[in-house]
């Protein structure tokens, strides 16, 4: 009884994780209609400079010190994105969407070897804050309080981003350009500066996913690559552009995932991949998808 | 003899009657324009009779045979050709390949995986005959998109009459060039189509060019068929002249 | 997918062999001047050029981007791993025929559902399904040999149905000599054979698909039909180019159905320019030269790449032919300006 429990509560909280993730790539495909191929490198990015900043550059340092260096990572990805995006992005924007999946494939390999060269081959992690956070008993077993941390940052953030979108004025310009944005520049939006800004909080989304996800589980090279994968599916799955389908995608996969690693080990992989191959043939927008 | 004509034709996009109960008939062998203001539903019918929309109601019948349900692909075979209000062409084809393409697609050679297009006489012979009937014998080796705009509204009606079709539409072969090349065009289209005695139906809203070249007038307003006959008449009709123009003919 | 003017090739088949008799005899002596290391690489760019080939017949000529035809090298590689680990079978010609049988009939099937979209639906419709096989490959480790792969080792191999065999000979180098020249052979029938389809009715159909869909649907071309045709034939080429690496590469693993292989396949088209019949040739072998001395030259070899393509998608979108053909456009056109003013 306790395994599912526990289960469930691994469930969630990946799926947290792959919510931010996805949530951002979807950002970024809806409103600057990209798929950015880069985005599972960035979570990693994220991920590597926040156990930089807890592990190796505040080591030993007190525990509150080491939670406020947490969104580390979500920052450093999110100026990175300030930059990528005005330089190598909007030159393309006139051009067919193909190119813009080279380039943002090319970032992908120059990100991996970005972050080979910053932080070498060799895990980087962040457990101080996992150790100091402790467990809670779940009925025999233990649970890491720090998972229901990130539990609640997951939901926290679902909150936010869903007010941010559509209870903002900047959600309202998001929204206009994401939906036609010629008729947006025409109302006097700064298409320009509403691309750069979905851009940077798509990024900011990925590092934030890695930021929280490394006390949990040590940055390797390579993780990012796994996870653009996944995030593919969810977003997939709940449909590109949509915040409810991220939402939705995500625990969907996660819980897939998990019962899948727990049950048949050797398809959930596959399995993942033919469900969104399914909702691709029966509902190629995903489940809340728009047609772009 | 009629070839075409449609029986209660409805088409509804939400409230509006864009096609409302049209009777529209075509006769083989002439030249009929197909006039009207913006959003009388020209565009809609050409739409519905190339399989372009299908009706909520009505039916279409070519040649008494009712075609209102099948495909694109069999109005295509039973002899209907359309050409696009904004021009529609293969823009990184040459010329040639675009007209050429045509002809291979009605002899049904595009299945061809293992023989050379560029190695076909007959086809190249017929796209060569039809690229001069359309005085477009010297851009052949032009890409379609680097054409200037007048060539381009002729190429596009030259692709379409190249599959020979009983029955072709042209949706405003004439907008957007300038009045001298308008005429031109509008020539070189007459004399190809009476030559060849192809029935055509030019959707234009020129009435000088619409009186000069046409056999027969059908006016469309708000849907239905306002008026429908020889220029001479359609030229003293009252209601085309207020809808049209904006005002009373004098008398 | 829309670019500015770029002429299409027009040279009949007797120019097309002037043209290319210098280049079949260049390859032909390659091998004596280049020595081992090199015609082994050489072989690998011909065999990743018959890749970049057939994944151009959807891109350049139909204007579909896939993200998925490593899923297709791997068929063709996988295919003939099993026949040398279950059937035991030792003939190229047979890993080519069971090969490119397997590889047709799995682009056929992922073609089918795959061509109801297009643009970014297709694209993430083809990795999804390239991803299900990596999958397949990755996890069924007692099949497929996991990430240990499975050896195909060239000493039991025959080529040209049993008349050349590596048992007696010298070892290795004879092997990559003699697979040098079959390659070659494969080679030259594949660029014979793509140059055919692609200048036939068929191909100026695709072609007219990739301009204009609607267009082409009101000419009475079956858009989804033809669209499904090309992916098969870009699939069972690109399957082919699968089977004819594992040989020499003498191991397979799942690597080559993960998806950045099949970024390094639209990485090597673009290179090379996708909009000309030879650019996705030139790519493919001077990809793979580039990734053989960046992977020599630096841990950051992927970094160097990526920096290459960023360089290649903003300044030259025609790939290096592309550019290549401009730069002897300007030429040409200078050279008659300067006559002109001349006389």
């Known amino acids: ?292 | ?251 | 997918m829309k670019f500015g003017f770029i002429p299409t090739d027009k040279l009949s088949p007797w120019r097309l062999a002037a043209h290319g008799a210098p280049i079949v005899v260049v390859l032909l002596l390659f091998p004596q001047f280049g020595g081992l290391y090199q015609t082994q690489l050489l072989t690998y760019g011909l065999i990743f050029a018959i890749a970049a080939l057939g994944f151009n017949l959807l891109l350049g000529y139909t204007g579909l981007l896939s993200f998925g035809h490593s899923a297709y090298f791997a068929l063709g590689a996988y295919t003939a791993a099993f026949m040398v680990k279950y059937l035991g079978v030792g003939s190229m010609e047979l890993y080519i025929l069971g090969g490119l049988l397997i590889t047709a009939v799995i682009s056929a099937a992922f073609g089918y559902v795959c061509v109801r979209h297009t643009r970014i639906f297709f694209a993430v419709l083809t990795l999804a399904l390239s991803q299900v096989l990596w999958t397949l490959a990755y996890k069924f480790f007692w099949v497929t040999g996991g990430t240990d792969g499975i050896r195909v080792p060239f000493s039991k191999m025959t080529l040209l149905g049993g008349v050349v065999d590596f048992t007696s000979r010298g070892g290795y180098q004879s092997f990559v000599f003699s697979y040098y020249y079959y390659v070659v052979g494969l080679f030259l029938v594949c660029v014979s054979l793509m140059w055919v389809i692609v200048h036939s009715p068929f191909g100026k159909a695709l072609q007219a698909i990739r301009d204009n869909e609607t267009r082409a649907q009101f000419l009475g071309i079956r858009v989804r039909h033809y669209r499904w045709i090309a992916f098969l034939v870009s699939g069972t080429f690109t399957g082919l180019a699968g089977i004819l690496w594992v040989p020499l590469n003498g191991l397979v693993t799942p690597d080559i159905a993960w998806w950045p292989f099949s970024g390094e396949i639209i990485f090597m088209t673009v290179l090379g320019g996708f909009r000309n019949f030879t650019g996705p040739i030139i790519g493919a072998v001077v990809f793979n030269y580039l990734k053989t001395y960046a992977i020599a030259s630096t841990v950051f070899w992927q970094a160097a790449l990526g920096i290459i393509l960023l360089v290649l998608v903003l300044a030259l979108p025609a790939g290096i032919v592309g550019a290549c053909s401009r730069l002897t456009a300007k030429l040409r056109q200078k050279k008659e300006d300067e006559e002109d003013m001349a006389t």
């Open chain 1, 1 to 292: 009884m306790e395994i599912f429990i526990i289960q469930f509560l691994n469930s969630v909280f990946y799926a947290s994780i792959l919510f931010l993730i996805a949530a951002g790539l979807s950002l970024i495909y809806g409103v600057m209609q990209i798929i950015n191929l880069a985005h599972g490198s960035l979570y990693a990015l994220g991920a590597y400079v926040t156990a930089w900043a807890v592990g190796t550059l505040a080591a030993g340092g007190h525990v509150v010190l080491l939670f406020l260096l947490l969104p580390a990572g979500a920052v450093a990805v999110a100026a990175v994105g300030m930059v990528i995006e005005p330089t190598l992005l909007r030159p393309l924007y006139k051009r067919p969407e193909e190119y813009q999946l080279l380039v943002t494939f090319a970032l992908l390999l120059i990100l991996e070897d970005v972050m080979r060269f910053l932080f070498g081959g060799v895990p980087l992690s962040a457990d101080a804050i996992m150790d100091a956070t402790g467990s809670i008993p779940v009925m025999t077993l233990k649970y890491p309080v720090y998972n229901l941390m990130v539990i609640g940052i997951g939901i926290l953030a679902a909150l936010f981003l869903w007010a941010f979108i559509y209870r903002t004025r900047f959600g309202i310009m998001l929204r206009a350009t994401s939906q036609d944005r010629r008729m947006a520049s025409a109302l006097g939006i700064n298409v320009k500066r509403v691309y750069m800004q979905a851009f940077t909080i798509g990024c900011f989304m990925a590092g934030l996913g890695g930021a929280i996800v490394v006390p949990s589980q040590a940055a390797v090279l390579g993780m990012g690559i796994d996870a653009l994968i996944l995030a593919f599916v969810v977003v997939v799955i709940g449909g590109l552009g949509s915040l409810e389908g991220a939402l939705i995608g995500a625990l969907l996969v996660s819980f897939v995932r998990t019962a899948g690693i727990q049950f048949f080990p050797e398809i959930e992989l596959a399995v993942l991949y033919l469900i969104a191959a399914v909702v691709l043939l029966i509902r190629p927008t995903g489940m809340f998808g728009k047609v772009s």
């Open chain 2, 1 to 251: 003899m009629t070839l075409l004509r449609t029986v209660n034709l409805k088409k509804y996009f939400g409230e509006t009657h864009a096609v409302d109960d049209v009777n529209f008939t075509v006769t083989k062998g002439e030249l009929l324009s197909l006039v009207g203001s913006n959003g009388a539903g020209k565009t809609t019918l050409v739409n519905l009779i190339s399989a372009y929309l299908h009706p909520d109601e009505g039916q279409i019948l070519l040649d008494e045979e009712d075609i209102t349900h099948s495909s694109v692909n069999d109005r295509i075979q039973a002899g209907i050709a359309r050409s696009f209000q904004l021009v529609n062409l293969f823009d990184d084809l040459t010329a040639f390949d675009n007209v050429a393409l045509a002809i291979f697609a009605r002899e049904g050679k595009t299945g061809n995986l293992m023989s050379i297009a560029d190695h076909d006489e007959e086809v190249r012979r017929e796209a060569d005959e039809v690229m001069g009937q359309f005085g477009l014998e010297n851009k052949g080796g032009l890409t379609a998109g680097g054409l200037a705009q007048g060539e381009r509204k002729l190429l596009d009606v030259a692709v379409a009459y190249a599959l020979r079709p009983k029955l072709l539409f042209l949706d405003e072969p004439t907008s957007g060039v300038s009045t001298r090349d308008k005429l031109q065009i509008m020539d070189t289209i007459s004399s190809v189509v009476r030559a060849e005695n192809v029935t055509a139906v030019i959707i234009e809203h020129d009435m000088d060019v619409v009186f000069k070249y046409s056999d027969r007038i059908v006016a469309m307003h708000e849907g239905k068929i306002l008026a429908d006959g020889p220029p001479d008449e359609i030229r003293n009709n009252q209601d085309v002249a207020t809808t049209l123009l904006g005002a009373a003919l004098p008398s």
